[in-house]
Nanobody, 117 residues
């Protein structure tokens, strides 16, 4: 079965850092674009960052120069390094795996990130 398991969330003060991890199983990991999404209370889920199988990255403007997405294919894991965190970054962060060929799309259960003093 397909499983995406996120970890690394928690409570951090403004200006602090967190590193999220998402380990995938049950998929041919190298063939998937991996991404991080987030959903704050009362808001729609939004794309935060993606990294393709070829290593190309994309970020929403609000996190550029603060967040870095990366992947380790040997570990079947995607990471999101979050620096200079702001209260508006508070949300549940979800890991996503997508492969256009075959229309495959999977989600993790989410991990809470809270930025507060």
């Amino acid at each position: 079965q397909v499983q995406l398991v996120e970890s690394g969330g928690g409570l951090v003060q403004p200006g602090g850092s967190l590193r999220l991890s998402c380990e995938a199983s049950g998929i041919f990991f190298r063939a998937f674009t991996m991404g991080w999404y987030r959903q704050a209370p009362g808001k729609q889920r939004e794309l935060v960052a993606t990294v393709t199988s070829g290593g190309s990255t994309n970020y929403v403007d609000s996190v550029k120069d603060r967040f870095t997405i990366s992947r380790d294919n040997a570990k079947r894991t995607v990471y999101l390094q979050m620096n200079s965190l702001k209260p508006e970054d508070t949300a549940v962060y979800y890991c996503n795996a997508d492969r256009e060929l075959g229309r495959l799309n999977y989600w993790g259960q989410g991990t809470q990130v809270t930025v507060s003093s």
